[in-house]
């Protein structure tokens, strides 16, 4: 065919005007009473963020974090909008020699008290999962009593072995059983049941490794006797867990029953060993100076 075809030009394709991207609302739960109906001598995110700000461990770089964020009158829980942070106020409970004394309620915090703190923060849609420890100085001490310290001391080196045991490769209760073994090695004896001691002189530990991931205990494979289908799940390099154990020590001060002392802090298990995601807990943290609030005495300042 003789004739010419003209060529059509190629359709240029207009692009769509570039939107920004869609941001999800935080959802966050409405339940629980507003702040202004709390009693007086209990305060919700103010006392969980100072508590926060000076025991949680590398204050420095999570305050540019808290910085930007806004707290939320209706759930009381302080939120980031830019990358939805969320940091719920912790789980605060209080151990004299004899246990237990209390858990996140209304009792006062006295002078000789041990104070738990537990506590996640969440970036990125990864949470944490950890405790820090403090000590009410009573009128006249400076130091933290000595069998205090060394309460704390085995739990350091509970924390220690599994620290440098946990390896990935091999299941979750493979790996419990072998860092058991290499605890009772160093002279601790592994728990019969959580929370119940011999009454003897030993030292004693228990183990609740479990994974984190977008909430403070996930479902990945977790070294720990509460989350026993989980104890079946093989370990892979870059699971992060909670390094979670608890050493019981036999005091003086309590008649001879024993100080439960927890450590907790996020790793991830890689071929090397256990690598921390962040400073964990070096001390007990001495609790020197308190204040009167609502005609209550509450904690102020700490070292």
């Excluded at 003209?6 to 240029?12: I, Y």
């Excluded at 011999?198 to 984190?212: L, N, Q, T, Y």
């Excluded at 990945?220 to 992060?240: D, E, I, K, Q």
């Excluded at 060993?273 to 807990?281: D, I």
Aim: hydrophobic residues 35%; aromatic residues 6%; positive net charge.
């Amino acid at each position: 065919m003789g004739g010419s075809v003209a060529r059509r030009a190629p359709h240029a394709r207009s692009l769509p005007p570039s939107r920004p991207p869609k941001r999800r609302a935080p959802v966050v739960p409405t339940d629980g009473p507003p702040p202004e109906s709390l009693p007086p001598t209990v305060t919700a995110v103010p006392t969980a963020l100072e508590a926060h700000e000076r025991v949680g461990g590398a204050a420095d770089a999570r305050r540019s974090v808290l910085a930007q964020s806004v707290i939320s009158p209706q759930t009381r829980r302080i939120v980031d909008p830019p990358r939805l942070r969320v940091l719920s106020p912790p789980s605060v409970y209080s151990t004299v020699p004899n246990g237990i004394e209390a858990t996140s309620n209304d009792r006062i915090i006295q002078r000789g008290d041990l104070i738990m703190l537990d506590f996640g923060v969440g970036y990125l849609s990864m949470w944490t999962d950890q405790q820090r420890v403090a000590y009410g100085l009573k009128p006249g001490e400076t130091s933290l009593p000595e069998s205090y310290q060394r309460a704390f001391d085995n739990a350091v080196r509970v924390r220690d072995v599994i620290h440098r045991t946990a390896r990935p490769g091999q299941t979750a209760q493979v790996m419990m059983d072998g860092i058991n073994a290499a605890i009772a090695l160093a002279g601790m004896l592994p728990l019969r049941a959580f929370n119940e001691p011999r009454a003897d002189s030993s030292v004693e530990f228990i183990i609740g490794c479990h994974s984190v991931g977008d909430w403070g205990h996930g479902i990945g494979p977790s070294m720990a006797f509460f989350n026993p289908s989980r104890l079946t799940y093989a370990m892979r390099p870059s699971n992060c867990f909670s390094i979670e154990l608890f050493a019981y020590t036999p005091i003086p001060e309590g008649g001879g029953t024993k100080l439960r002392i927890p450590l907790e802090d996020t790793g991830t298990v890689t071929t090397r060993g256990v690598e921390w995601v962040y400073p964990v807990n070096p001390r007990i943290i001495l609790v020197k100076k308190w204040r009167v609030r609502g005609g209550e005495v509450a904690v102020a300042k700490s070292r």
